[in-house]
């Protein structure tokens, strides 16, 4: 714990390589990004599959870029690449493999502990995003259906009969690769889709109209049982169904007790505390990316956060 950064990142997603490429663009000499994973852009790399879409406006929002990353539309593989290039390029230190147990301010620095060594820092950048964590059903998950229950496509089979659960873009995204290979049925608790762009809310509809897979709208479910080994799914409408597997598609969480450990403070609804800066009650220590937006997902404004926090830490510094 001898050198002291002048920023710490924790996370390697959009997010986290936003704010390391904007600091040391704008002038921050020493920049660490520490990230649990054996990689950046963790998210991207589990949760996306092969050649999907990346797009810079999302959900119809027109972003204007407000930083220096030159951001684009384009795949998951020329996504990843160019974060690879933005890292190697600016010679940013990482710690990958690190999982940050604590953050204390102590006579006004930071000190950092991960699982593996502590470090120092005048400020920090939480960027963990809000996937890692996937959102679990309210209704008891039978332990003994653990391996035929997922929340993404690892594990899964093909030939299987299959409810996928959820009514965003990766509910449908997997319920539409899923259904190449599988009997699938995407349960969504609302009668229409609300959040989906417009490419998968064009095939969803297609698929469903040439029963290459089964929308079930408007239904929720009550509580899943152990049938012989298999999903039973009890739903609102006073059916059920079995299932060979259910894939939860549901969102992520904000990782409350990690942001506890941090010394920030947490409001009436669960959500993070911080200003128009993007700064936590606890000064110097900011959110960026996913976890600092109602509704996360958008990789170019995770990189407009980092560019705003970064400019706005050297302003201070000039004051």
């Known amino acids: 714990m001898q050198q002291i950064y002048d920023m710490i990142i924790i996370g390697g997603g959009p997010g986290g390589i ?28 589990k949760f996306y599959k092969d050649n999907k879409r990346v797009d810079k406006n999302y959900k119809g929002q027109e972003i204007e870029m407000a930083g220096n990353i030159d951001f684009r539309d ?48 005048k400020n920090v950048i939480v960027a963990i995003g809000t996937m ?30 299959m409810l996928i659960v959820g009514g965003g873009n990766s509910a449908v995204e997997y319920a539409i690769e899923l259904s190449k290979t599988n009997n699938v049925t995407l349960n969504y608790r609302r009668d229409t ?15 469903n109209g040439q029963e290459k897979l089964r929308l079930r709208m408007g239904v929720d479910i009550v509580s899943i049982e152990n049938e012989n080994g298999l999903v039973k799914v009890n739903f609102t409408d006073s059916y059920y169904t079995i299932y060979d597997r259910v894939v939860y598609a549901i969102g992520g969480t904000t990782p409350v007790d990690f942001l506890k450990k941090c010394g920030i403070t947490i409001d009436s609804d669960g959500k993070p505390e911080f200003d128009e800066n993007f700064e936590t009650k606890v000064k110097g220590l900011y959110l960026g990316g996913d976890i600092a937006v109602k509704s996360g997902g958008s990789i170019a404004i995770a990189l407009n956060h980092a560019h705003h926090i970064i400019s706005h830490i050297l302003k201070q510094k000039q004051k």
């Not at 904007?22 to 990689?39: C, H, P, T």
């Not at 690879?84 to 953050?103: C, G, R």
């Not at 332990?143 to 229950?149: A, F, G, Q, T, Y």
């Not at 959040?195 to 698929?207: G, H, K, Q, S």
């Open 18 to 45: 936003g704010a390391a490429v904007e600091a040391k663009v704008l002038g921050m000499k020493s920049i660490l990004m520490i990230e649990k994973g054996d990689n950046h852009s963790q998210t991207i790399r």
């Open 193 to 207: 889709f609300s959040r989906l762009n417009d490419v998968n809310l064009e095939t969803i509809y297609a698929y």
């Open 132 to 161: 890692g964590k996937p959102n679990k059903p309210d209704y008891n998950l039978p332990i003994s259906l653990k391996d035929r229950i997922n929340f993404n496509l690892d594990k899964c089979s093909q030939g299987e009969k």
């Open 74 to 121: 384009g795949t998951k593989e020329s996504t990843l690449n160019y974060f690879d290039s933005l890292l190697d390029h600016d010679e940013i230190d990482t710690a990958f493999k690190s999982e940050v147990e604590s953050v204390t301010r102590v006579d006004g620095e930071f000190h950092i502990v991960t699982n593996k060594a502590g470090y120092r820092a």
